[in-house]
């Protein structure tokens, strides 16, 4: 994700239009703008989670997270993807869903030292068909630390840019079964509509059960045209809107994690440390999940 392609964007659920009028003196609102999101956000920005994730294991909870890794090109200008297994060290997740996590064009490989991360961090990742170099669907590569993973499918989401959502069942040992969907959505509007109406015909086909949804969804309106709000009948009511974007300075929620169970997201923030800062464009983003609300 560049600046370039943030014109015009607005902070999820923050206030940001000025009442105005219109030829017959009746009030209206103005559009929203990238400026008052950026004010907004700023503003807010005491009263958001941030720092180091707390990542001491919880009797009955797991940490999952989303991170897109840009690549593992950090702000700074530099590939280094050692950094970004430096960073899911830190973060110490028990399912992590990467974005951009293999090159978008060519032979698609795979940029992260997997060996390396199973060695580090005992994430294994989800099985997926692709090309011989790649990691992961899309771009999308969904690790888990310990359970069996069944019921794996790649779908390709509809639009100009080739995206994609991987969607897997993982029974943790003796303890529950969680549906589990990283999707990585388009900079188009109309392609991000499309794409979570996909989504959600993905489940309309399936048995009901916990589900959680997360990854970089490029998604900054609420109301009508927005890929949230058609997200929100299944997954609401939108857990907080945390900033994640960009790393050096966060102010657009881009990243999301949300579930369809009340309560399952016992606790969410961004990973905000120094390293994370210069590791992607994207802050990770964290959730604490309550296992016992995968069992009611």
């Given amino acids: 994700m560049n600046w370039g392609d943030l014109v015009g964007r607005p902070q999820p659920n923050a206030p940001l239009t000025q009442p105005t009028t219109d030829a017959n003196g009746v009030m209206k609102k103005s559009k929203p703008s990238l400026a008052n999101a950026m004010v907004s956000s700023i503003r807010n920005k005491k009263w958001r989670p941030s720092g180091p ?53 060519g032979e698609r490989s795979g940029l992260l030292d997997l060996n390396r991360l199973r060695l580090e961090t005992g994430l294994l990742p989800v099985p997926v068909v692709s090309g011989p170099k790649s990691h992961g669907w899309r771009g999308n590569v969904l690790l888990f630390r310990e359970g069996i993973v069944r019921d794996v499918h790649q779908v390709a989401l509809p639009g100009l840019e080739p995206r994609g959502a991987l969607v897997a069942e993982i029974d943790f040992e003796g303890r529950s079964s969680l549906r589990v969907i990283a999707a990585h959505l388009g900079l188009l509007r109309w392609a991000r509509r499309q794409q979570a109406d996909v989504i959600l015909g993905l489940l309309q086909g399936r048995a009901e059960q916990p589900t959680i949804l997360m990854g970089d969804f490029n998604e900054w309106r609420l109301g009508p045209g927005s890929a949230l709000t058609r997200l929100e009948p299944v997954f609401g009511p939108l857990p907080p809107a945390i900033p994640s974007f960009p790393a050096r ?42 296992l016992s609300k995968v069992e009611d």
């Fill in 53 to 105: 994730a707390i990542t001491q294991a919880v009797d009955g909870t797991i940490t999952v997270a989303s991170y897109n890794v840009h690549k593992c090109v950090g702000t700074d200008g530099r590939f280094d993807p050692e950094r970004i297994i430096d960073v899911i060290r830190e973060i110490s997740p028990d399912v992590i869903a990467l974005q951009e996590a293999d090159q978008r064009f």
């Fill in 249 to 290: 300075m966060p102010v657009l929620s881009l990243d999301r994690i949300m579930a369809n169970r009340a309560g399952l997201i016992a606790h969410l923030t961004v990973h905000d440390t120094l390293l994370a800062r210069r590791a992607s464009d994207h802050l990770p983003l964290i959730a604490r999940l309550d």
